[in-house]
């Protein structure tokens, strides 16, 4: 290296221009090697210039500076392609993009766990006031690719959890206040089959209206297991297969010719190629909801927009996590049975279980506030605005 530094001064001192960009073209192409060098990192080299904290530390600094060609660069280099391939890295950037609008730059706090492909840092975000664990877990090949990164809430550090002591209502208000959380409701069920429900806290920090026992809690994604538990119902009765496709199980529903062959197992495992919808599109929830009068004839019309243009990635090829194939799910079962999904939910799910307070939709909306309502954690605790999905 320092024998072409020789060579890159003489030029300048000279002034000879053709020099000065081939001083320029070199030092690209320096940067380049330099940046390809940095993806590829062995565990030993990652050791030597600082280990995953300093991974982390590049992180931090894209996320901080709201940096969208560093975090894109960053995701790229260092996620695994299992993980690319089950979210594409357009839409880890995006969920990145969304979590630095909603939490504000990130500052280190405290490391909590370290090994050679652990790490946990505690984080705090100021402008909610919360405390977030930052955790990345490396692989044990080479080169470095981290498989998992996720951050989740967390205590205050210089705070000790509250002890577990006393009745399970006094357990349950400590705990509830130590967290900063409106509400929290816990059950315990014996083995006799006994149970007790406590409830502590507000269904509204606006509101202020006590919480019950018997309130109702929104539970997201577990409407992909129960419908995957109705599709399964259905298969071992005998009036659906895990190998029906769309072409032979849809009726009015244009498709795409790449959606024809996939079939239901592809759809229930994330495989089918079907849009995610993780973002909100107002203007496309409201002409799919105005299509027909009940979720059903809501669901067709979600499914012709969604399958009318080429699956991605192909079926088959890789796993991609998908609200929009669950919701087709729904609506094959629909057709497959004869009978509405929230009908199969009762009738294969709920009724056998004995689930008398289920439902669907969201417990609370400003015109109905008298069910607990969704808030953002943290030491200053938001309730959420207008959120609520359509019924399809």
Same mark, same amino acid.
């Given at each position: 290296?320092?024998?072409?530094?020789?060579l890159?001064?003489?030029?300048?001192?000279?002034?000879?221009?053709?020099m000065?960009k081939?001083?320029?073209?070199?030092?690209?192409?320096?940067l380049?090697?330099?940046?390809?060098?940095?993806?590829?990192?062995t565990?030993?080299?990652?050791?030597?210039?600082?280990?995953?904290?300093?991974?982390v530390?590049?992180?931090?600094?894209?996320?901080?500076?709201?940096?969208?060609?560093?975090?894109?660069?960053?995701l790229?280099?260092?996620r695994d392609?299992?993980?690319?391939?089950?979210?594409?890295?357009?839409?880890?950037?995006?969920?990145?993009?969304q979590?630095?609008g909603m939490?504000?730059?990130?500052?280190?706090?405290q490391?909590?766990r370290?090994?050679?492909?652990?790490?946990e840092l505690?984080?705090f975000?100021?402008a909610?006031g919360?405390?977030?664990?930052?955790?990345?877990?490396?692989?044990?090949?080479?080169?470095?690719r981290?498989?998992m990164?996720?951050l989740?809430?967390?205590?205050?550090p210089a705070d000790?959890?509250?002890?577990?002591?006393?009745?399970?209502?006094?357990?349950?208000?400590?705990?509830?206040?130590?967290r900063?959380?409106?509400?929290l409701c816990?059950?315990?069920?014996?083995?006799?089959?006994a149970?007790?429900v406590?409830?502590?806290?507000v269904?509204s920090l606006?509101?202020?209206?006590?919480?019950?026992?018997?309130?109702?809690?929104?539970?997201?994604s577990?409407?992909?297991t129960?419908?995957?538990?109705?599709a399964?119902r259905?298969?071992?009765?005998?009036?659906?297969s895990?190998?029906?496709?769309?072409?032979?199980?849809?009726t009015g529903v244009?498709?795409?010719?790449?959606?024809? &062959?996939v $079939?239901?197992?592809q759809l229930?495992?994330?495989?089918? =190629? !079907?849009?995610? @919808? %993780?973002e *909100?599109?107002?203007?496309?929830?409201?002409?799919?909801?105005k299509?027909?009068?009940?979720p059903?004839?809501?669901?067709?019309?979600?499914?012709?927009?969604?399958l009318?243009?080429?699956p991605?990635?192909? &079926?088959g $090829?890789?796993?991609?996590?998908?609200?929009g194939?669950? =919701? !087709?799910?729904? @609506? %094959?079962? *629909?057709?497959?049975?004869g009978s509405?999904?929230?009908?199969?939910?009762q009738?294969?799910v709920?009724?056998?279980?004995?689930?008398s307070?289920?439902g669907t939709?969201?417990?609370a909306?400003?015109?109905? &506030?008298?069910?607990?309502?969704?808030?953002?954690p943290?030491g200053?605790?938001?309730?959420?605005?207008v959120y609520?999905?359509?019924?399809?």
């Amino acid at each position: 290296m320092s024998a072409r530094l020789r060579l890159l001064r003489g030029p300048i001192e000279s002034g000879d221009g053709l020099m000065l960009k081939r001083i320029v073209i070199c030092t690209v192409l320096l940067l380049v090697v330099h940046a390809i060098a940095k993806a590829d990192l062995t565990l030993e080299q990652m050791e030597a210039e600082g280990g995953i904290p300093a991974l982390v530390a590049v992180y931090l600094e894209a996320f901080n500076a709201e940096d969208e060609p560093g975090m894109r660069a960053f995701l790229g280099r260092h996620r695994d392609e299992e993980s690319l391939s089950r979210t594409p890295l357009d839409t880890r950037v995006s969920r990145q993009q969304q979590m630095r609008g909603m939490l504000g730059p990130l500052t280190p706090v405290q490391v909590q766990r370290s090994t050679r492909t652990d790490y946990e840092l505690v984080v705090f975000s100021e402008a909610t006031g919360t405390w977030f664990l930052l955790s990345f877990q490396a692989s044990e090949f080479d080169p470095i690719r981290f498989g998992m990164m996720g951050l989740r809430p967390a205590e205050d550090p210089a705070d000790p959890a509250p002890p577990i002591e006393g009745s399970l209502a006094e357990v349950v208000a400590a705990q509830r206040e130590a967290r900063g959380l409106p509400a929290l409701c816990v059950a315990v069920v014996d083995p006799d089959g006994a149970s007790t429900v406590v409830a502590d806290g507000v269904r509204s920090l606006e509101s202020q209206v006590p919480v019950e026992p018997g309130d109702l809690f929104h539970y997201g994604s577990i409407t992909k297991t129960i419908t995957a538990c109705v599709a399964a119902r259905l298969v071992d009765a005998g009036s659906l297969s895990f190998e029906l496709t769309l072409e032979d199980g849809l009726t009015g529903v244009w498709l795409h010719s790449g959606f024809e &062959p996939v $079939t239901l197992e592809q759809l229930l495992q994330h495989r089918a =190629g !079907v849009e995610p @919808l %993780l973002e *909100d599109d107002p203007e496309r929830e409201k002409k799919w909801a105005k299509e027909g009068s009940s979720p059903t004839e809501q669901r067709r019309a979600m499914a012709a927009g969604l399958l009318s243009v080429p699956p991605d990635p192909a &079926p088959g $090829t890789a796993m991609n996590y998908s609200n929009g194939g669950y =919701g !087709v799910v729904g @609506l %094959l079962i *629909d057709q497959a049975s004869g009978s509405a999904w929230e009908e199969l939910v009762q009738r294969e799910v709920a009724g056998p279980l004995g689930l008398s307070s289920w439902g669907t939709g969201w417990p609370a909306t400003p015109d109905r &506030p008298d069910q607990p309502r969704g808030h953002w954690p943290g030491g200053a605790v938001q309730q959420f605005g207008v959120y609520e999905l359509p019924a399809y």
